[in-house]
């Protein structure tokens, strides 16, 4: 009865363990009825094998990374590669811990007791680990990589899984504890190494698609300037001309040449259209820019783009930034409506500086299911993948300001909205 009883206890605590774990990269976002309900069938499993002392060791790892990459997909909805990963390394490093540990207790003591000890202990080794990666480990962006660099870095686990379960069967038959504690040891310190780097390249691609947005940005101002630079031009060389233009005119009217008249009055008005496709006229270089473009890119896709921007020309707002948080959310609205027909393709953005706040609000009708994620990515019902990931980066952008980002949405509209609190 004593041993059942310790059994159920070291299968509660590997299910608390496995679940802090989890928690580190977000609170679940799944029904509690579902979380708690897979944590339950998890404890029955576990405590099954325990109770039986099963002989596939290898069998029995298997089965624990299944449980924790399903809970994994359940909490944050991450990508299954990054949920294989993680948990892949988890476990390796939990079964290089579990032999460490009991290698280190069988050179001291021996007895029926040791493993069950070993157990135990290693299960406190593992809890403290956790605790401490969550404190002190950066935090990792749901990035997943590219199938190439997953697969490299993915193999390492997977071979050191062997690596142990080999070491330590030739270890039993005759070979050094000592050799073998060694050698588990470093399989230790290399996956820590090896999950470090899983999170820089995952930081790095990040980087990689907001160093993008910062060049379509800085292109779009390069040709606004560009393109009210000419404005200006055409404008002077028009008042130059002015007077002799009036002049012309004037004959033809004197003259009764009253279609010649209009067809040149139409000429002038034709050639002083400054902005023919512009819809924002704010001042604000940036933003103007990227308004302009976004309007022009729903016009061939025939989505009906409708500004209100009352801001100021000058904004205590770095401009990079500012297109970052506004060409993201535009993305993802034209992305949302161009799946509809095209009489229901709509975007409405307003943006309005009160007092000190400045708030950006985007809206537009969508069609299918979101779920939004811990990291702020939103999951699509539609096919394809990486719906929504732009909201990372403006979370990002967001923060450096100190400000907000609400995302209401019903089961048509979708609402975006930011809010800047400027110094």
Request: neutral net charge; glycine residues 6%.
């Amino acid at each position: 009865m004593l041993l059942f009883l310790t059994n159920f206890l070291l299968a509660l605590s590997m299910v608390h363990i496995v679940c802090t774990y989890i928690t580190l990269f977000g609170k679940p976002q799944c029904r509690p009825i579902l979380w708690y309900g897979t944590q339950g069938i998890y404890l029955c499993c576990l405590w099954t094998v325990t109770s039986a002392e099963s002989p596939y060791p290898l069998v029995t790892l298997a089965g624990n990374i299944l449980f924790l990459i399903l809970l994994c997909r359940l909490a944050h909805r991450d990508s299954f590669k990054t949920c294989v990963f993680r948990s892949l390394i988890f476990f390796t490093v939990y079964m290089a811990v579990e032999v460490f540990v009991n290698c280190v207790i069988l050179l001291i003591l021996r007895g029926e007791d040791v493993f069950l000890m070993g157990d135990a202990a290693c299960q406190i080794v593992m809890y403290l680990g956790v605790q401490i990666y969550g404190r002190i480990g950066p935090k990792k962006e749901e990035m997943p990589l590219p199938l190439r660099y997953w697969l490299e870095l993915f193999i390492f686990p997977a071979v050191s899984v062997w690596v142990i379960y080999d070491t330590y069967i030739r270890s039993q038959t005759g070979g050094s504890n000592i050799a073998f504690i060694l050698v588990t040891f470093l399989m230790i310190l290399m996956n820590f190494a090896v999950y470090d780097v899983y999170g820089r390249m995952a930081s790095y691609a990040l980087a990689g698609k907001q160093a993008a947005v910062y060049a379509q940005t800085i292109e779009l101002c390069d040709r606004q300037a560009k393109e009210r630079e000419a404005a200006y031009r055409q404008t002077r060389m028009l008042r130059h001309d002015l007077n002799d233009r009036l002049a012309a005119l004037g004959a033809l009217l004197e003259q009764g040449q009253y279609d010649d008249a209009r067809q040149e009055i139409d000429g002038m008005l034709y050639e002083n259209r400054l902005y023919r496709d512009e819809i924002s006229h704010s001042g604000n270089l940036a933003l103007d820019a990227l308004i302009n473009y976004k309007h022009s890119v729903a016009k061939t896709v025939n989505a009906d783009l409708s500004c209100l921007v009352e801001v100021p020309a000058e904004l205590p707002v770095n401009g990079t930034d500012l297109c970052v948080i506004l060409g993201n959310l535009l993305d993802n609205a034209l992305d949302a409506v161009v799946r509809l027909p095209a009489d229901e393709r709509r975007i409405r953005l307003e943006i309005r500086l009160e007092k000190r706040l400045l708030r950006i609000l985007t809206e537009n009708p969508y069609e299918g299911k979101l779920r939004e994620k811990s990291d702020g990515s939103l999951k699509s019902s539609k096919p394809g993948g990486g719906h929504g990931f732009g909201l990372l980066s403006v979370r990002q952008a967001v923060a450096k300001y100190n400000g907000e980002l609400y995302l209401p949405y019903d089961d048509t509209v979708f609402r975006a909205c930011v809010i800047l609190y400027l110094p």
